[in-house]
């Protein structure tokens, strides 16, 4: 692949481009990072706001302020919308900017968005998180297809694991252009935690914790449940709910297909809370004063082992099985006899729930924006 070689220069010029709250979680440490590097960066950050609200409380707690605000998020817009409008957005601002690399995120339409638009302009791409598969282009759906075509446009793949970084020599990717560095969500997770302790920051103020329960913190939003898969995860949780020990909390994604069956199925349930979407830090705060947490996210798969908190992934098929491997996290998909199999276990074996929250995290140290930024600083892309 062919790109247009910058002018030598000491400083590298560096575009960010993101959209959704995950992905600003996991490269904002990186932009805060390479800032504390003058002489070696020169960062912009252009954001899509493809997820809106949610963004722009990450963006706030970084202090992260995007040179460029592309606003394309619109109400009910399909992906092929999203697709069109991003891509059209995205051109004036490299023409305008001119970086010698775009640095991408994960999965998201954003992602695959940001490394077709430079690629289109001959600009190298970083790929942040790369190499994550589940092999399945359905699950997740869109974003396994989203990851597969990143790597084939990026030039530097920054992989979380050797796992990830496997995945990429056996897609044919050359070794010397993978960097095995951690995943930057944890150095996020561990600046939100560290700031929390040291009362910096505000944690979460909502529903009162009983004492004596068992607080189980629900999340659920990937498209792949919509359906019969989010009805049998919210009877089981219904079901759940019914011990005398437990306290559910559950987060509900404004999406209709995931907030009104819920409300149907668990609301006005004993135990049961069902609250608006949180902004990061009191999510992080949640995170910390659960004691078991049901998840699709792929985020939280990585953030709570972090925490010490066991996670059942409500997922058949995951793109982090290191987590698995591990120890950290259990699949265990949508299907109702096994979430309350494998929760009921986790509530009743002390022995089993420690050896499951202080199992090491796979996923990193919180030093990734390090080392994604020596490796920029070396500047290998301009080769």
Not at 48 to 59: S, Y
Not at 148 to 167: D, E, I, Q
Not at 240 to 263: F, G, K, M, T
Request: aromatic share 6%; glycine share 8%; proline share 7%.
């Amino acid at each position: 692949m062919a790109f247009t070689k910058p002018t030598p220069r000491h400083r590298q010029r560096v575009l960010f481009i993101f959209g959704t709250r995950p992905e600003a979680i996991k490269l904002c440490p990186i932009v805060l990072h390479m800032r504390t590097r003058p002489d070696e960066f020169d960062v912009k950050v252009c954001v899509t706001a493809q997820h809106r609200e949610m963004l722009d409380q990450v963006l706030a707690l970084f202090q992260v302020q995007p040179d460029h605000d592309l606003n394309v998020m619109r109400p009910n817009q399909t992906l092929s919308q999203s697709t069109a409008r991003i891509i059209a957005a995205l051109e004036p601002v490299l023409l305008a900017e001119k970086p010698d690399l775009v640095i991408v995120q994960g999965d998201t339409t954003t992602t695959f968005c940001g490394a077709l638009a430079a690629f289109y302009h001959r600009i190298a791409v970083g790929h942040v998180e790369a190499g994550l598969r589940t092999g399945d282009l359905w699950q997740p759906f869109p974003e396994e297809l989203n990851r597969v075509l990143t790597t084939r446009l990026a030039k530097l793949h920054f992989a979380p694991t050797s796992s990830s970084a496997g995945n990429l020599r056996a897609d044919g990717v050359d070794d010397a252009a993978i960097f095995i560095t951690g995943n930057s969500g944890i150095d996020a997770v561990l600046h939100v935690r560290d700031r929390l302790q040291a009362g910096e920051l505000t944690g979460y103020q909502g529903v009162a914790l009983e004492p004596g329960r068992k607080l189980v913190l629900v999340t659920a939003h990937r498209r792949e449940n919509f359906g019969d898969g989010l009805t049998r995860l919210y009877r089981a949780v219904g079901q759940l709910a019914l011990r005398p020990d437990v306290q559910i909390i559950y987060p509900v994604h404004p999406n209709p297909n995931v907030r009104q069956p819920a409300e149907a199925l668990l609301g006005g349930l004993p135990n049961v809370h069902l609250i608006a979407p949180l902004d990061y830090v009191p999510f992080v705060d949640l995170m910390q004063r659960s004691y078991l947490i049901l998840t699709d996210s792929g985020g939280v798969q990585e953030e709570a082992p972090s925490l010490g908190k066991p996670v059942l992934v409500l997922r058949e098929k995951t793109e982090r099985p290191e987590a698995v491997e591990a120890g950290t996290v259990r699949l265990v998909g949508t299907d109702g006899e096994k979430i309350l199999a494998e929760a009921g276990a986790l509530l009743d074996d002390a022995g089993q729930y420690q050896r499951m929250s202080m199992t090491h995290n796979p996923y990193g140290d919180g030093q990734a924006s390090r080392r994604i930024s020596d490796v920029i600083a070396n500047g290998v892309f301009l080769d």
